[in-house]
């Protein structure tokens, strides 16, 4: 465990595990008040991104005729399996990326 605080006075990896916990609005919380940790920048970014698509194509699958509810529940269930897997990772203080989602965070961080 990182003995690291972030700036809302949190271990930055119970911080980061925050992003996911509640999705998209903890990665709009942490995004806002963080000023210190890029690990916890990283994961905020990184949980704004993976939920806003998931969100994104959740509703789109909706407006699908037939198929579309299974698809819904498909894209719930890859939701729940995301926010398992990335909050393991933050509460271990890993830099566990997503594939495409984790990409854009980390150049994103570069910026910042």
């Known amino acids: ?3 690291f605080r972030s700036s809302v ?3 930055d990896y119970i911080a980061a595990a ?3 916990l509640f999705p998209f609005a903890g990665g709009i919380v942490f995004l806002a008040l963080e000023k210190r940790s890029r690990f916890v920048l990283f994961h905020s970014l990184q949980s704004l991104l993976a939920y806003g698509a998931l969100m994104v194509g959740h ?3 909706t ?3 037939f198929i579309g509810p299974l698809l ?3 894209i719930f269930l890859i939701s729940f399996g995301v926010w398992l897997l ?3 990772h933050a509460l271990r203080g890993s830099w566990y990326k997503l594939p495409w989602a984790g990409d854009i965070a980390e150049r ?3 910026r910042l």
Request: proline share 12%.
């Open 63 to 65: 407006l699908l005729p």
């Open 9 to 11: 006075g949190l271990p």
């Open 86 to 88: 990335m909050s393991y």
């Open 108 to 110: 994103q961080l570069r």
């Open 1 to 3: 465990m990182s003995p």
């Open 18 to 20: 925050l992003c996911y």
């Open 72 to 74: 819904a529940a498909l």
């Open 59 to 61: 509703v789109l699958a």
